[in-house]
T-cell receptor, first 114, second 115 residues
Framework: DAGITQSPRHKVTETGTPVTLRCHQTENHRYMYWYRQDPGHGLRLIHYSYGVKDTDKGEVSDGYSVSRSKTEDFLLTLESATSSQTSVYFC?????????????FGPGTRLTVL | AQSVTQLGSHVSVSEGALVLLRCNYSSSVPPYLFWYVQYPNQGLQLLLKYTSAATLVKGINGFEAEFKKSETSFHLTKPSAHMSDAAEYFCAVSDPGGGADGLTFGKGTHLIIQP
C-alpha cells in the first residue's frame, strides 16, 4: 500500500469554525489531490498540487483552500465550515502528471459539520 | 469536459454469477480510463486501467474490462462473483490536461452479492 495517511480520521465541528485536514505521504510523489465523496455524486476534485507551493483549483473548490509547504504534506482548510461541507474527504497522490498514471488514495476523513 | 456515467447505482448478483458493471464516458480527447473499488470505510484501490495498449484489460481479483470506442464504453466484468466482491465500484476518466488535473469519477455502483 502507498504510504498515505490522513488526519484526523473523524471530526465533528460546528458551523462557522475553521477546520484543517492533513494528508501526509511517504512516497515522495509530486502530485497530490483532495477529493470529496458524497452519496450520489461519486468523488469530486476540490484542489490539487503539482509541487511544493504549486496548487490549483478543481471542480468544487469554493469554500476550501489548500497549502503545500513540503512535498509530503498537503493541507485542506475550510475557513468557515458549513453543513454542506459534511462529507468524506480523500487525499490521493500520483508520481506523475501523465494521464495514464494511477492515483493512490488515503483512507479518508469523515467530517460532520453541525 | 469529460464525464462518466455508471448505469445502475446498485447491482445485485448471486454468488457464482457473472458480474457486469457498466460505464460510459465522454471525452474530448482519447481517453484513459480507470476502475477503482472501495470497500466499506476504506479508500479507493485501483482494479485496472485502460491506456490504449490493449482494448481488453485484465485487473486484480479476476476482474477485466473491455474498451469499446464505438460504444464509448468501458464495462467491468467478472465471470464468477464472490462474496468478497461486495463493494462500491467507480469508473473514472483522466482529464485532458494531464493526470495532474485529477480524475473525473462516475457516481459509483454498489455491488451486492447474494448468497
Amino acid at each position: 500500500d502507498a504510504g498515505i495517511t490522513q488526519s484526523p480520521r473523524h471530526k465533528v465541528t460546528e458551523t462557522g469554525t475553521p477546520v484543517t485536514l492533513r494528508c501526509h505521504q511517504t512516497e515522495n510523489h509530486r502530485y497530490m489531490y483532495w477529493y470529496r465523496q458524497d452519496p450520489g455524486h461519486g468523488l469530486r476534485l476540490i484542489h490539487y498540487s503539482y509541487g511544493v507551493k504549486d496548487t490549483d483549483k478543481g471542480e468544487v473548490s469554493d469554500g476550501y483552500s489548500v497549502s503545500r509547504s513540503k512535498t509530503e504534506d498537503f493541507l485542506l482548510t475550510l475557513e468557515s465550515a458549513t453543513s454542506s461541507q459534511t462529507s468524506v474527504y480523500f487525499c490521493a497522490i500520483s508520481g506523475s502528471g501523465r494521464r495514464d498514471n494511477e492515483q493512490f488514495f488515503g483512507p479518508g476523513t469523515r467530517l460532520t459539520v453541525l | 469536459a469529460q464525464s462518466v456515467t455508471q448505469l445502475g447505482s446498485h447491482v445485485s448478483v448471486s454468488e457464482g454469477a457473472l458480474v457486469l458493471l457498466r460505464c460510459n464516458y465522454s471525452s474530448s480527447v482519447p481517453p484513459y480510463l480507470f476502475w477503482y473499488v472501495q470497500y466499506p470505510n476504506q479508500g479507493l484501490q485501483l482494479l485496472l486501467k485502460y491506456t490504449s495498449a490493449a482494448t481488453l484489460v485484465k485487473g486484480i481479483n479476476g476482474f477485466e474490462a473491455e474498451f469499446k470506442k464505438s460504444e464509448t464504453s468501458f464495462h467491468l466484468t467478472k465471470p464468477s462473483a464472490h462474496m468478497s466482491d461486495a463493494a462500491e465500484y467507480f469508473c473514472a476518466v483522466s482529464d485532458p490536461g494531464g493526470g495532474a488535473d485529477g480524475l473525473t469519477f462516475g457516481k459509483g455502483t454498489h455491488l451486492i452479492i447474494q448468497p
